[in-house]
């Protein structure tokens, strides 16, 4: 799926930083998606938006932020609020009909320095 | 809220025998039933998918089935190849949701020579 593009693709943070997180699309999708993938617990999701300006928390939105000024684009911010930010952050678009599949980027990983 | 189970966790098989995933919703209104691929450290990728108004769908050596009696669906492998070894994840969408899915835990899929 080249029509998503996360960025960076290892990124470390030190205590108290809020780092930020990027994803593009130029599908034209409506929908994105944030989600958090551990070892074992596959993916959880942290917020999604169905529409610019507009989005909603997913099951595990504590400690982070996201916006959605443009449809293309759907930046999360781990805030230093998050303190096991250690995991493979994934994000995804997807037309808004209801049978229609997500697609994913590559991929963030997030470390503690 | 949806919660979607996987079974097994992990799954070992021998190259040119099947391998079968099941998954289990718990909300009777979800409708769209996607499975993603995951290889190592890669993105999630849509293989197959099967709409609540269908019982079974096929792709060459890949096959879903749905029971929404029973409230569950299951990814059939045939004739398994080393590349199919990757963690598998099914997820279920509900009609009130729009685009939300609900992943399962994942099953990692090993097929040995």
């Known amino acids: 799926d080249g029509g998503i593009t996360q960025s960076p693709k290892y990124l470390f943070r030190k205590e108290g930083q809020n780092v930020t997180l990027s994803c593009e699309q130029n599908?034209?999708?409506?929908?994105m998606y944030w989600y958090r993938q551990d070892p074992g617990q596959g993916l959880r999701l942290i917020y999604y938006?169905?529409?610019?300006?507009?989005?909603q928390k997913g099951d595990i939105a504590e400690g982070y932020s996201v916006s959605r000024e443009k449809k293309e684009s759907f930046p999360l911010t781990v805030t230093s609020a998050q303190k096991n930010p250690t995991a493979f952050y994934l994000c995804?678009?997807?037309?808004?009909?209801?049978?229609?599949?997500?697609?994913f980027g590559d991929g963030t990983r997030l470390s503690i320095l | 809220g949806e919660n979607v189970e996987q079974h097994p966790s992990t799954l070992s098989v021998q190259e040119g025998d099947s391998a079968v995933i099941k998954c289990t919703y718990s909300?009777?209104?979800?409708?769209?039933f996607p499975w993603y691929k995951q290889e190592l450290g890669k993105r999630p990728q849509l293989i197959i998918d099967?709409?609540?108004?269908?019982g079974e769908k096929k792709d060459q050596r890949i096959a879903v089935t749905l029971n929404k009696t029973a409230k569950h669906f299951s990814l059939h492998i045939t004739e398994t190849q080393p590349e199919d070894s990757a963690v598998y994840f099914c997820?279920?969408?509900?009609?009130?949701?729009?685009?939300?899915?609900?992943f399962g835990t994942g099953t990692r899929l090993q097929v040995t020579l």
């Open positions: 909300d009777s209104a979800s409708n769209y």
């Open positions: 599908l034209n999708h409506d929908a």
């Open positions: 995804a678009s997807s037309l808004l009909s209801r049978d229609q599949p997500q697609h």
């Open positions: 099967i709409r609540s108004n269908v």
């Open positions: 997820a279920a969408r509900n009609t009130g949701t729009a685009s939300k899915l609900t």
């Open positions: 938006s169905q529409i610019v300006n507009d989005f």
